[in-house]
């Protein structure tokens, strides 16, 4: 036999009948947002790509309509939908969606107008329903416009802070995911104005604890390590530049680690974010909005993901928002969409996991290791 021969034969291979695809079970839902932004494009970018369906069913709460315009707006296609009257009718191979919308619906991309307001909340409305009711397994959110969405229904800073209150006010984090990166922050929607009576001790340690929890069951980190960064400049200069390190934040993290909270800091926000001090971190809890958002959309705006910690169901979303600027060109990128996706299905698998182990403690650690291998 030559040794330079090819040992396959390619006729004899192609043969070879091919294994069936499971039959996917999870649901998951997501939201169309706001409807003259560029949510729809990046949902139908994302679930259009080969195979991306072969894990989940997909489940969308929006407009047939809008969906029919974007499609042919961008030309995809092949994105086909499966209308349905709610998610007990949903086919396990194909894109299904439910109209939370009026018929004569009207896109404006690049215009945030009332109907794009009142849309977006129908469908969020209509999916968080399903979600708390077992319907659907987990939530991914399309970005919303936060003033043209306000109504006597909906009056929060945010999603988070409306999945909150759904939740029946239960605590949460806004946290946000990339690969190995994963910043909280304490004060979310609020004007800056308000932060610094916002930031108190027992506040500071309500978000670690959700933090190191969701480390644990839904990052499966089995000891965290969290930076907690500080309010002022160079953390306060030990007094020099502000108080709050001092009184507030230090006697945080102390009380934190007497739960056994593996809480350090304060740091600065430059120098954890401008060196390698990164890598050393499994998370890092920063007191403002943009003191976490903003260096983390500068390393990971393409594939940063917006995950609700600290909930009794699973919410992500993007981490960019309805971009008018670009809507409907074509030009968004489904890559954050997309991570989005699959961090839900990463953190509803971590979940099942961690209560199949708590309802059976007898599991060895072997077979623990040997099922999350599997």
């Known amino acids: 036999m030559n040794p330079n021969e090819n040992y396959s034969d390619p006729e004899q291979s192609n043969n070879i009948p091919s294994l069936p695809k499971e039959t996917p079970t999870i649901k998951v839902g997501i939201t169309q947002g706001d409807i003259n932004g560029i949510g729809i494009e990046t949902i139908i970018k994302a679930l259009s790509e080969p195979d991306m369906t072969d894990n989940f069913i997909p489940v969308i709460y929006g407009s047939p309509k809008a969906f029919a315009f974007y499609r042919k707006n961008i030309d995809v296609p092949n994105f086909n939908l499966n209308n349905i009257r709610n998610a007990d009718e949903t086919h396990p191979r194909r894109i299904n969606i439910i109209d939370c919308t009026s018929d004569d619906i009207h896109v404006e991309p690049g215009l945030s107008t009332p109907q794009g307001g009142q849309a977006a909340f129908a469908a969020l409305q209509t999916a968080v329903n399903d979600l708390k009711n077992g319907k659907i397994d987990v939530l991914v959110t399309a970005p919303i416009n936060k003033k ?175 971009a008018y600027d670009i809507a409907g060109q074509g030009k968004a990128s489904a890559d954050s969409m997309r991570a989005a996706i699959w961090l839900a299905l990463d953190v509803f698998k971590s979940r099942k996991q961690n209560r199949e182990i708590s309802a059976n403690p007898m599991v060895s650690r072997a077979e623990q290791v040997r099922e999350r291998n599997a």
């Open 148 to 322: 043209n969405i306000q109504s006597d229904n909906f009056h929060f800073p945010g999603h988070t802070e409306y999945l909150q209150k759904e939740a029946g006010e239960m605590p949460a984090l806004m946290l946000l995911v990339s690969n190995n990166i994963r910043v909280g922050v304490v004060a979310g929607h609020m004007p800056m104005a308000q932060v610094p009576s916002y930031i108190t001790v027992d506040r500071i340690l309500d978000k670690l604890r959700i933090l190191n929890s969701t480390l644990k069951l839904d990052f499966t980190i089995r000891r965290p390590r969290i930076a907690v960064l500080g309010l002022n400049p160079h953390a306060g200069d030990n007094g020099l530049l502000g108080s709050e390190e001092e009184q507030v934040i230090i006697p945080a993290i102390k009380a934190a680690s007497e739960e056994g909270i593996y809480a350090m800091g304060p740091y600065a926000a430059d120098g954890v974010f401008g060196s390698d001090a990164l890598g050393k971190f499994d998370a890092i809890l920063a007191m403002y909005h943009d003191q976490g958002l903003a260096p983390f959309k500068a390393l990971a705006f393409e594939s940063g993901v917006n995950y609700t910690a600290g909930l009794p169901f699973i919410r992500t979303s993007p981490d960019h928002g309805t």
